[in-house]
């Protein structure tokens, strides 16, 4: 099963991967089109992403891209092609991306964005939808869907989460196009880091929590954080309370604990 996906990894256009350091990098790599998504991208990306989570060389993952910008959304050529399109073709379409977006929130492993320019549209969303977002200063992030007559349908699930309905409002109904410190502030992105520090920024924190956590622990803790919200407050605390008890038996944290107790430097 590995050579296979290696040898497809390998057959990729558009998507790069590498892993150094225990961190895998996942790299959208159409600068001359702006990083833009159409059905090819999207299916790299979902190969990418599966092999990565299975890949026992990287612990954390860390999707970058090439060039001046991060993402420009759906591709020209892509949006004119949708519009031959009937609704079964369209579901198709809009449920592959789905997929990704699910994947990429429910991936086992930690999911850190580098973005080192803007991030629009679809690309907005690969941004917000990754568990921990580093952006440059000049990047501008926005849902512009609504002034082409076309919906941010699917981000809007997990914005809700991320940044409430409030702020979902202000970006999806008004289409506007904001600053990395209004999305920092928003809680869209997590990190600002200078264009000359931004690689090693994420690379210094990948590392760290390779280093400091274990993976089993920010696997369930991704999992549970994706299933809470869905939960009443009395299931909600009774999963919490399962997930915790489960937790205690586990070797990590009788590892961990052991090395606490002795007060013993642990190395995940």
Not at 166 to 189: E, F, N, P
């Given at each position: 099963m590995e050579n296979l996906l290696t040898s497809e990894l390998e057959a990729l256009r558009y998507i790069q991967y590498e892993a150094q350091d225990r961190i895998g990098y996942i790299t959208l790599n159409r600068p001359d089109k702006r990083n833009a998504l159409n059905a090819d991208v999207v299916t790299e990306l979902k190969q990418a992403f599966e092999f990565a989570e299975n890949d026992n060389a990287a612990k954390v993952i860390v999707l970058r891209a090439?060039?001046?910008?991060?993402?420009?959304?759906?591709?020209?050529?892509?949006?004119?092609?949708?519009?031959?399109?009937?609704?079964?073709?369209?579901?198709?379409?809009?449920?592959?991306?789905?997929?990704?977006?699910?994947?990429?929130?429910?991936?086992?492993?930690?999911?850190?964005?580098?973005?080192?320019?803007?991030?629009?549209?679809?690309?907005?969303?690969?941004?917000?939808?990754?568990?921990?977002?580093?952006?440059?200063?000049?990047?501008?992030?926005?849902?512009?869907?609504?002034?082409?007559?076309?919906?941010?349908?699917?981000?809007?699930?997990?914005?809700?989460?991320?940044?409430?309905?409030?702020?979902?409002?202000?970006?999806?109904?008004?289409?506007?196009?904001?600053?990395?410190?209004?999305?920092?502030?928003?809680?869209?992105?997590?990190?600002?880091?200078?264009?000359?520090?931004?690689?090693?920024?994420?690379?210094?924190?990948?590392?760290?929590?390779?280093r400091e956590n274990s993976g089993q622990s920010m696997e369930v803790t991704k999992e549970m954080l994706a299933r809470l919200p869905e939960l009443a407050l009395e299931e909600g605390l009774r999963y919490a309370a399962q997930r915790n008890a489960e937790a205690r038996g586990s070797e990590d944290c009788r590892k961990g604990i052991a090395a606490f107790l002795s007060k013993e430097k642990i190395g995940w």
């Open positions: 090439a060039g001046d910008v991060f993402c420009a959304g759906a591709d020209l050529a892509y949006i004119q092609e949708l519009q031959g399109f009937g609704y079964t073709d369209n579901l198709e379409d809009s449920t592959h991306l789905m997929q990704l977006f699910h994947q990429i929130y429910t991936l086992k492993k930690v999911v850190i964005g580098q973005v080192q320019g803007h991030a629009l549209a679809g690309g907005c969303g690969l941004a917000a939808i990754c568990d921990l977002t580093f952006a440059v200063p000049e990047a501008k992030f926005g849902y512009t869907e609504v002034k082409i007559g076309f919906l941010p349908a699917i981000v809007s699930v997990f914005l809700l989460r991320k940044i409430g309905e409030a702020r979902t409002k202000q970006l999806l109904l008004t289409g506007d196009v904001v600053s990395a410190q209004t999305a920092l502030d928003m809680g869209l992105i997590t990190f600002l880091a200078p264009k000359e520090e931004l690689a090693a920024n994420v690379r210094t924190y990948a590392q760290r929590l390779c």
